[in-house]
């Protein structure tokens, strides 16, 4: 650069020098050689620019630069080429599990196999966002979320596809991978397709959706993520139409002890495809979240009512959900009751770099007086290793799904049931 | 029409003599905010001037891998850096700094020799002091009805409830914290250097982690004080008197202040090595660093500086009596020797999170 530069000076002083006698003979005017002089200064001063830049700007850093006199920065800083800020990432989970209510996994001393492998996909293009995550189980592939929002100039934000539910604890109303009654009742950790408006203002916040229809608009299909009413047999009611509302305010935002305070709505219909008629289904949600230094507490009530409008004679009390590949029925109107308490530990390991325990209770109060209740309990530890988390659970239950002949519906058994339940993921 | 011509030749090898002197041009890498700007005024303008250069300064956040890349690579852009004293050494023992004769340097204006003039600390075989500044505990004015006045209060959230601000670094941190916990000051190295002082220096921080935003320039720290993001901070002493002129509502409390030098020095490999050199006489000549002084109030390191202040500036240095008491010194060696072992750790605890994080992954 220098050496260039350099040479064009002299090259430049060869000109004038030829210029000098030129200009001799052509005899010219004071105005004429006041607009050279200009000229050349101009020229001059540019030439220096040039040399007296130094190297490449990226490699000086010169946006955390200033000259000591003050001067513009003359070099030029390119801008960078834009790069998308889409980041692909994903995981890949393991379970070891032991259930006393399964012969085999007892017999076996427990069993073992794939969780799930996701691919996740999260990102911003100037204003425009992305969210999606696929998943691939050993018996099903889903889309778990997927959807398009823009953000707003003010923070809030539009998502427009499949996204979760904004309905009581947020996001999860539980610490432990097997969740609990909310899950299970699809009033927890729920995917589905709508437009959704979410913002924050100081401690406010509040989102208000609207939902067409299930994330996979297809209710016959099990094969989904999230719990929803399915179809199949007698049952033949799915859910549209659906509105959810939810505020909370935050006390201590943005010091060590936080508790946020929140109530939701939500509210839609229920066509049934024998009949033709829509029914009405609605919910509704008080919930406490606080993190004080390394506690946590979630505290929510949950009221629901499905109103299906089933042909006439058959049972109302219960609707049927599905999820997993697999249905079953839960009561119609219950009560949910969740009660979680966290600890988190500080590590006294150089390679583990958080431990967080928790116990995880929640109940389904069924109407029927003749039913019993649901009861889930998961005392646990979730630890985190790098890329590696591990949740080790020691899940009881009474007279939940998926746990021995337990029913969230009607009847069921009595007895408490034990899954251990080490589930082992990269994350990346 | 010759007169003409003849006047314009003359005007294009003046234009030439020009450029041929602003080709040369110096990088010095400082600190931000209030600091860099005494340097500025204090002595940079004043060298572009004399020297007839331009000085391009750039700030960096403190470290010494920037300087090991550069020097290694035979690629040195940054001719002079502004350093804290341990990492200095650290950069000294490992071959990435020049040798500076302190011979070299001026005198005082009295005859006095740089080497008798100097603190002599602030003088070492790749360094020159240029000031001695402080961290101090901070607050607003405005949180509490009775002011913070001790350093055990910034660690007692009962009384002096309200998020915390700390340098993101383990000097200063960890002596605050043994001190806190009742270690005398003269033991606290003696304490930090075994297993169990860290963990307990580590265990009073501990108590207060929920509560910290961390900062890592001077200039973050005042902005947190000044947004109320924090109701306590540490700082630099000197970044605080130039928000308090700003009329910003904070005071200092100068108990257990920490006081530490900061040192120029130059990589090793440059291109503007003599240049540099240059630069650091006339930057830690006794006007210049008096000069610096009345644009932040920090220590000049020349007994001959400090003289020509005025006794109210010198009321409120660091090194003024009154703020000395209890001061405890940053003891740069033992930093030297313990940073890489401590560092690590430090960054480990800092990252991991106190509160059970909102959302685990699924």
């Given at each position: 650069?220098?050496?260039a530069?350099?040479?064009?000076?002299?090259?430049?002083?060869?000109?004038?020098?030829?210029?000098t006698?030129?200009?001799?003979?052509?005899?010219?005017?004071?105005?004429?050689?006041?607009?050279?002089?200009?000229?050349?200064?101009?020229?001059?001063?540019?030439?220096?620019?040039?040399?007296?830049r130094?190297?490449?700007?990226?490699?000086?850093?010169l946006g955390?630069?200033?000259?000591?006199?003050?001067r513009?920065?003359?070099?030029?800083?390119e801008?960078?080429?834009t790069a998308?800020?889409?980041?692909?990432?994903?995981?890949?989970?393991?379970?070891?599990?032991h259930?006393?209510?399964?012969?085999?996994?007892?017999?076996?001393?427990?069993?073992?196999?794939?969780?799930?492998?996701?691919?996740n996909?999260?990102?911003?293009?100037?204003?425009?966002?992305?969210?999606?995550?696929?998943?691939?189980?050993?018996?099903?592939?889903?889309?778990?979320h997927g959807?398009?929002?823009?953000?707003?100039d003010?923070?809030?934000?539009?998502?427009?596809?499949?996204h979760r539910?904004?309905?009581?604890?947020?996001?999860?109303?539980a610490?432990?991978?097997?969740?609990?009654?909310p899950?299970?009742?699809?009033?927890?950790?729920d995917?589905?397709?709508?437009?959704k408006y979410?913002r924050?203002?100081g401690?406010?916040?509040?989102?208000?959706?609207?939902y067409?229809n299930?994330?996979?608009?297809?209710?016959?299909?099990?094969?989904?993520?999230?719990?929803d009413?399915?179809?199949s047999?007698d049952q033949?009611?799915?859910?549209?139409?659906?509105?959810?509302?939810?505020g909370?305010?935050?006390?201590g935002?943005?010091?060590?002890?936080?508790?946020?305070?929140?109530?939701?709505?939500?509210?839609?219909?229920?066509?049934?495809?024998?009949?033709?008629r829509?029914g009405?289904h609605?919910?509704a949600?008080?919930?406490?979240?606080?993190?004080?230094?390394?506690?946590?507490?979630?505290l929510s009530?949950i009221?629901?009512?499905?109103?299906?409008?089933?042909?006439?004679?058959?049972?109302?009390d219960?609707?049927q959900?599905?999820a997993?590949?697999?249905?079953?029925?839960?009561?119609s109107?219950?009560d949910?009751?969740?009660?979680?308490l966290?600890y988190n530990?500080?590590?006294?390991?150089?390679?583990?770099?958080?431990?967080?325990?928790y116990?995880?209770?929640?109940?389904l109060?069924?109407d029927?007086?003749?039913s019993?209740?649901?009861?889930?309990?998961?005392?646990?530890?979730?630890?985190?290793m790098?890329?590696?988390?591990?949740?080790?659970?020691?899940?009881?239950a009474?007279?939940?799904a998926?746990?021995?002949?337990?029913s969230?519906?009607q009847?069921?058994d009595?007895?408490?049931?034990?899954?251990?339940?080490?589930?082992?993921?990269?994350?990346? | 029409?010759?007169?003409?011509?003849?006047?314009?030749?003359?005007l294009?090898?003046?234009?030439?003599?020009?450029s041929?002197?602003?080709?040369?041009?110096?990088?010095v890498?400082?600190?931000?905010?209030?600091?860099?700007?005494s340097?500025?005024?204090?002595?940079?303008?004043?060298?572009?001037?004399?020297?007839?250069?331009?000085?391009?300064?750039?700030?960096?956040?403190?470290?010494?891998?920037?300087?090991r890349?550069?020097?290694?690579?035979?690629?040195?852009?940054?001719?002079?850096?502004?350093?804290?004293?341990?990492?200095?050494?650290r950069?000294?023992?490992?071959?990435?700094?020049?040798?500076i004769?302190?011979?070299?340097?001026?005198?005082?204006?009295?005859?006095t020799?740089?080497?008798?003039?100097?603190?002599?600390?602030?003088?070492m075989?790749?360094?020159v002091?240029?000031?001695?500044?402080s961290?101090?505990?901070?607050?607003?004015?405005?949180?509490?009805?009775?002011?913070p006045?001790?350093?055990?209060?910034?660690?007692?959230?009962?009384?002096?409830?309200?998020?915390?601000?700390?340098?993101?670094s383990?000097?200063?941190?960890?002596?605050?914290?043994l001190?806190?916990?009742?270690v005398?000051t003269?033991?606290?190295?003696?304490?930090?250097s075994?297993?169990?002082g860290?963990?307990?220096?580590?265990?009073?921080?501990?108590?207060?982690k929920?509560?910290?935003?961390?900062?890592r320039?001077?200039?973050?720290?005042?902005?947190?004080?000044?947004?109320n993001?924090?109701?306590?901070?540490?700082?630099?002493?000197?970044?605080?008197?130039d928000?308090?002129?700003?009329?910003?509502?904070?005071?200092?409390?100068?108990?257990?202040?920490?006081?530490?030098y900061?040192?120029?020095?130059?990589?090793?490999?440059?291109?503007?090595?003599?240049?540099a050199?240059?630069?650091?006489?006339y930057?830690?000549?006794?006007?210049?660093?008096?000069?610096?002084?009345?644009?932040?109030?920090?220590?000049?390191?020349?007994?001959?500086s400090?003289?020509?202040?005025?006794?109210?500036?010198?009321?409120?240095?660091?090194t003024s009596?009154?703020?000395?008491?209890?001061?405890?010194?940053?003891?740069?060696?033992?930093w030297?020797?313990?940073?890489?072992?401590?560092?690590?750790?430090?960054?480990r605890?800092?990252?991991?999170?106190?509160?059970?994080?909102?959302?685990?992954?699924?």
């Amino acid at each position: 650069m220098h050496h260039a530069t350099g040479r064009e000076c002299r090259f430049w002083w060869a000109g004038l020098a030829l210029l000098t006698p030129l200009s001799a003979l052509a005899e010219p005017s004071l105005d004429e050689l006041l607009r050279e002089v200009e000229r050349l200064k101009e020229r001059v001063e540019q030439l220096e620019r040039e040399r007296v830049r130094p190297v490449p700007a990226q490699e000086l850093n010169l946006g955390l630069s200033i000259s000591g006199t003050e001067r513009a920065v003359e070099a030029p800083v390119e801008a960078k080429p834009t790069a998308p800020e889409v980041h692909v990432g994903g995981a890949l989970r393991f379970n070891f599990v032991h259930r006393d209510f399964v012969e085999a996994s007892d017999g076996k001393r427990g069993e073992s196999g794939l969780d799930v492998f996701r691919l996740n996909v999260e990102g911003a293009i100037d204003n425009i966002l992305v969210s999606a995550e696929y998943r691939f189980y050993s018996y099903m592939h889903t889309l778990h979320h997927g959807w398009i929002g823009y953000q707003f100039d003010d923070n809030s934000q539009l998502q427009f596809g499949v996204h979760r539910v904004p309905f009581g604890l947020q996001p999860y109303p539980a610490h432990n991978a097997w969740f609990g009654v909310p899950y299970y009742t699809g009033l927890g950790d729920d995917y589905d397709m709508g437009i959704k408006y979410q913002r924050e203002d100081g401690p406010w916040q509040w989102q208000l959706a609207f939902y067409k229809n299930e994330e996979l608009n297809d209710s016959t299909s099990a094969e989904r993520y999230s719990f929803d009413l399915v179809r199949s047999g007698d049952q033949q009611n799915e859910e549209t139409n659906q509105f959810n509302g939810r505020g909370a305010f935050t006390f201590g935002l943005g010091t060590g002890c936080e508790t946020e305070t929140g109530a939701s709505l939500q509210a839609g219909e229920l066509y049934n495809h024998i009949t033709g008629r829509r029914g009405d289904h609605w919910a509704a949600a008080a919930h406490l979240d606080s993190r004080c230094g390394r506690w946590h507490v979630q505290l929510s009530g949950i009221r629901y009512n499905y109103s299906p409008a089933n042909p006439e004679g058959m049972n109302n009390d219960t609707v049927q959900v599905g999820a997993f590949a697999g249905t079953y029925d839960v009561a119609s109107r219950a009560d949910v009751l969740v009660a979680n308490l966290a600890y988190n530990v500080p590590s006294p390991w150089k390679h583990i770099d958080s431990i967080t325990c928790y116990n995880d209770y929640s109940q389904l109060f069924k109407d029927d007086a003749h039913s019993r209740d649901s009861r889930i309990n998961t005392l646990g530890c979730a630890v985190g290793m790098g890329p590696i988390f591990t949740y080790v659970d020691y899940i009881l239950a009474n007279n939940m799904a998926y746990f021995a002949e337990g029913s969230m519906a009607q009847g069921g058994d009595n007895e408490w049931h034990s899954r251990f339940n080490v589930n082992l993921g990269f994350y990346w | 029409m010759k007169r003409y011509r003849s006047r314009l030749l003359l005007l294009l090898c003046m234009l030439g003599a020009h450029s041929a002197h602003a080709q040369q041009e110096l990088n010095v890498v400082s600190w931000d905010g209030a600091y860099v700007k005494s340097q500025i005024l204090g002595f940079i303008r004043p060298y572009e001037e004399h020297a007839n250069i331009r000085v391009n300064v750039l700030q960096y956040t403190g470290g010494i891998d920037e300087i090991r890349r550069q020097v290694r690579a035979w690629n040195v852009q940054w001719d002079v850096v502004d350093l804290e004293l341990f990492d200095a050494i650290r950069a000294c023992n490992e071959g990435l700094l020049e040798h500076i004769d302190p011979k070299t340097l001026p005198d005082a204006p009295d005859g006095t020799t740089a080497q008798d003039d100097f603190i002599p600390v602030s003088l070492m075989p790749c360094g020159v002091g240029n000031v001695v500044g402080s961290t101090v505990v901070s607050y607003r004015q405005d949180k509490f009805k009775e002011p913070p006045g001790r350093l055990e209060d910034f660690f007692d959230l009962k009384k002096y409830p309200g998020r915390r601000g700390l340098r993101r670094s383990p000097q200063g941190n960890l002596e605050w914290a043994l001190i806190a916990d009742g270690v005398a000051t003269e033991d606290v190295y003696k304490v930090l250097s075994t297993e169990e002082g860290l963990d307990r220096a580590f265990r009073v921080l501990n108590r207060i982690k929920p509560y910290i935003e961390w900062w890592r320039t001077g200039e973050e720290a005042v902005r947190l004080l000044e947004t109320n993001a924090v109701a306590m901070s540490s700082a630099y002493s000197g970044r605080l008197d130039d928000a308090v002129q700003r009329g910003e509502p904070l005071a200092i409390v100068w108990d257990h202040q920490v006081w530490f030098y900061d040192v120029w020095a130059i990589p090793k490999n440059g291109r503007r090595t003599e240049q540099a050199m240059d630069f650091v006489r006339y930057a830690t000549t006794t006007q210049s660093l008096a000069a610096q002084a009345r644009y932040i109030p920090y220590g000049p390191v020349r007994q001959s500086s400090m003289a020509l202040l005025e006794p109210e500036l010198r009321e409120r240095l660091p090194t003024s009596r009154k703020n000395l008491r209890t001061a405890i010194e940053l003891n740069a060696g033992w930093w030297s020797e313990n940073l890489d072992r401590i560092a690590p750790r430090f960054e480990r605890w800092a990252d991991r999170p106190v509160m059970v994080p909102r959302k685990l992954p699924r």
